[in-house]
């Protein structure tokens, strides 16, 4: 079977269209496996998904934007998502073989966890009202 997919850059941006965006480079974040009968699972770019890990155990799954290709991923940024403290995977489904053969059992491959550093510009802070913070 084939190695996880690996990410080796992430970048923050504001799209004018898009909004808050995350930039994924990497290797292998499709993999078509080359057996017969094998599920095409994890072939597509749209079988991924991208996972953003806030602190308290809390996980949100980004929208992998048009044009994605398979070393580099635009992810728009959840809603609600404290960005500066996520931890973002890129996770590949698969499958592998049971003792029988039949390519059954899921083999879901996730990458090596990476953080982005968010431009002081693009800090937030609530907003007040008349009986105190929200």
């Known amino acids: 079977m084939t190695d996880a997919p690996a990410i080796d850059e992430a970048s923050f941006a504001f799209d004018a269209t898009d909004g808050p965006v995350v930039t994924l480079t990497g290797r292998r974040f499709t993999y078509a496996n080359p057996y017969p009968g094998a599920p ?28 994605a290709t398979p070393t580099t991923i635009r992810v728009r940024v959840p809603q609600g998502t404290v960005l500066g403290l996520s931890r973002i ?6 499958f592998r073989r ?16 990476v953080s982005v550093s968010v431009p002081a510009e693009y800090v937030f802070s609530p907003l007040g009202t008349a009986q105190g913070w929200l």
């Open 40 to 67: 095409a699972a994890g072939s597509n770019i749209n079988d991924l998904r991208v996972i953003f890990r806030m602190p308290a155990g809390v996980t949100v799954l980004g929208t992998i934007l048009p044009g």
């Open 98 to 113: 049971n003792k029988a053969g039949a390519w059954v059992v899921p083999n879901d491959k996730a990458s090596n966890p």
């Open 89 to 94: 995977t890129v996770t590949r489904p698969g």
